[in-house]
C-alpha cells in the first residue's frame, strides 16, 4: 500500500531529518490527477488544480510536525469519490504480494486506486520551518513527530477508504512474521476501526506464508486470533483462510516472488 508507517513508534529526541521534498512535487501530483480522470477511473471529474491548492495551504498551514488530519479536510472534500462494494482490499506487511494479487484480480481495490491513493503514492513532502514552502532539502523523520504531514493525510485517506467499504471486503496478512496483525500498523488503529458492520457483509482474512518460509502464523495462532476477535466483538462476519490454493498458485507464476522478498 501506499508509504504509511507506525504513528506509535514516536521519537522523543529533538526531530531527525530524512529527504526532502520529492522534486517536482506539483507537475507530479497535478500530472496524476489528470491522468486519473483520463486512464485510471476514466468519467470522473475533479479540479486538480483547485485540489492542489487545498493541499498547499494544508501543509504550508502548520509546522511540519503540527499538520493534522483537520488541516487536508478540504482537500478531500474536493476530491470524494464512490467505492465498489465487494472489492476493497486491506493489507499488512504484504505489499508488494498486494500490488502483484491485485494486478491479476482486477475486481480488487486497494488504497492506491482512490484519487488520493494514486495521487500521493510514494511522495514525501513538508514545509520550511521559516517560510510557507516546500523544502525540498530535508523533512523531519516520519518516526520523529506525531502529526506528520505525510501520515496525516495517509490516516484520513486510510480512514475514507475503510468507511466507504461495503460487501464482501479482503484482508491480507503475511503469515511467515510474527505479528501478522499489529494493533498498531495503519491497518490496526485506523482501517479496521473505520469499518462499519452496516456496510460490510464479510472480513475475508487471507493468511499467505513465503514460499519455502515458516508459516509462523494462521487462522487458528498468534495474532490473527486478535483480528478474529475484534471482528467478533464488533459484530462482523468473518472467514478466514490459510494459503489460500489460488493465491499461492499465484505466486508460483509470479517471477519476483522470492523467499523474504514480498512482505514489506
Keep these: 500500500m501506499a508509504s504509511r508507517f507506525n504513528p506509535y513508534t514516536i521519537n522523543k529526541q529533538p526531530h531527525s531529518f530524512s529527504l526532502g521534498t520529492t522534486p517536482n512535487i506539483k507537475d507530479i501530483v497535478v500530472g496524476r490527477c489528470y491522468n ?7 468519467g470522473t471529474r475533479y479540479e486538480c488544480e483547485d485540489i492542489w491548492t487545498h493541499f498547499e495551504d494544508a501543509v504550508f498551514r502548520q509546522p511540519s510536525c503540527n499538520v493534522t488530519v483537520e488541516d487536508y479536510r478540504q482537500m478531500f472534500h474536493s476530491m470524494t469519490q464512490n467505492q465498489p462494494c465487494h472489492r476493497s482490499l486491506f493489507w499488512s506487511k504484504t505489499r508488494p504480494l498486494m500490488h502483484s494479487y491485485a494486478a491479476v484480480m482486477k475486481h480488487l481495490w486497494t488504497l492506491e486506486d482512490t484519487l488520493a491513493g ?13 517560510d510557507a514552502d516546500f523544502d525540498f532539502s530535508a523533512c523531519p523523520e516520519w518516526s520523529a513527530c506525531p502529526n506528520h504531514p505525510v501520515y496525516s493525510l495517509w490516516r484520513q ?6 468507511e466507504m467499504a461495503c460487501g464482501n471486503v479482503t484482508v491480507l496478512l503475511n503469515g511467515s512474521i510474527s505479528n501478522a496483525f499489529n494493533r498498531r500498523s495503519m491497518f ?7 469499518l462499519d458492520p452496516q456496510r460490510v457483509d ?6 499467505v506464508a513465503s514460499l519455502g518460509g515458516p508459516q509462523i502464523e ?3 495462532q498468534g495474532s490473527v486470533v486478535d483480528l478474529i476477535r475484534i471482528l467478533q466483538t464488533r459484530g462482523f462476519l468473518w472467514t478466514c483462510t490459510d494459503n489460500d ?4 498458485s499465484f505466486l508460483f507464476k509470479t517471477v ?3 523467499l523474504g522478498c514480498c512482505f514489506v
Design 188 to 194: 490496526g488503529t485506523v482501517e479496521l476501526d473505520s
Design 218 to 220: 494462521a487462522c487458528g
Design 36 to 42: 486519473y480522470m483520463t486512464l485510471i477511473n476514466p
Design 118 to 130: 494514486y495521487m500521493f503514492n510514494d511522495l514525501i513532502w513538508c514545509r520550511q520551518q521559516e
Design 245 to 248: 490454493q489460488y493465491i499461492v
Design 202 to 207: 464479510y472480513v475475508n482474512i487471507q493468511v
Design 256 to 258: 519476483e516472488w522470492e
Design 157 to 162: 485517506a486510510s480512514q475514507n477508504f475503510a
